[in-house]
């Protein structure tokens, strides 16, 4: 079964644009909220993660928003720019399993010019 | 500082081959993953090791086996290759409350 599930599949954004990816997960013992965005050829890396102590963070361009209650959690990357177009993962993990992530099924983001 | 380095980049296999996937850290990382990606699956666990001497199966264990050599290196082997075996397999390794660390892929093509 899918723990992690993502949208949209894919997105296309202007440059300048807000791309907004959304994960919805089941477990409410998953306690930890990574982002991660892979390049064509290249391995997954991270982007920014968040734990459920908090709504928000913020890191440069890219913003995680968390809704504990809905169990959703999503990703906001502001001013898109080409270079962000690329797949980009959200991933969950309980603690006390090891630090095992489950990832969702990817978004193929465009960011066109 | 290479980070996860995974060997071959690309293979391809005939139906029945067996191969070893390669994978080495050289960031002290405790845990090590095999991860497989197939487009619209995301990155499904096949097998990790939460530290040097331990391996479990993660979602999709069937058709492969792993070893733990040391803490630096995690191999994934295939005994006899299937097509539903062509994936990109991403190996990575992490410390507990740090985000993982994944190699380049290796491109697996089953005929």
């Known amino acids: 079964q899918q723990q992690v599930k993502q949208s949209p599949q894919s997105l296309i954004v202007q440059k300048g644009g807000i791309s907004i990816i959304n994960c919805a997960y089941e477990n409410t013992a998953f306690d930890y909220f990574p982002w991660y965005q892979q390049f064509p050829g290249k391995g997954p890396a991270l982007l920014i993660a968040?734990?459920?102590?908090?709504s928000e963070k913020k890191e440069g361009r890219f913003t995680i928003s968390f809704n504990k209650s809905a169990k959703q959690f999503s990703l906001h990357i502001m001013d898109s720019q080409p270079g962000d177009s690329a797949t980009y993962f959200c991933a969950a993990s309980r603690n006390n399993a090891g630090n095992m992530l489950t990832f969702g099924g990817g978004t193929r983001l465009m960011v066109k010019p | 500082n290479a980070g996860v380095t995974q060997t071959p980049k690309f293979q391809v296999l005939k139906t029945g081959q067996s191969m070893t996937l390669q994978c080495a850290q050289d960031m002290n990382h405790n845990s090590m993953y095999w991860y497989r990606q197939d487009p619209g699956m995301g990155l499904r666990l096949i097998y990790y090791?939460?530290?040097?001497?331990?391996?479990d199966k993660g979602e999709v264990p069937n058709g492969y086996n792993v070893s733990r050599l040391n803490k630096r290196e995690f191999s994934l082997r295939l005994e006899s290759a299937a097509p539903s075996q062509t994936s990109v397999y991403f190996c990575a390794s992490s410390n507990l409350n740090y985000g993982y660390t994944f190699g380049s892929g290796t491109r697996l093509t089953v005929v």
């Open positions: 968040i734990r459920p102590d908090v």
């Open positions: 090791s939460a530290s040097e001497g331990t391996t």
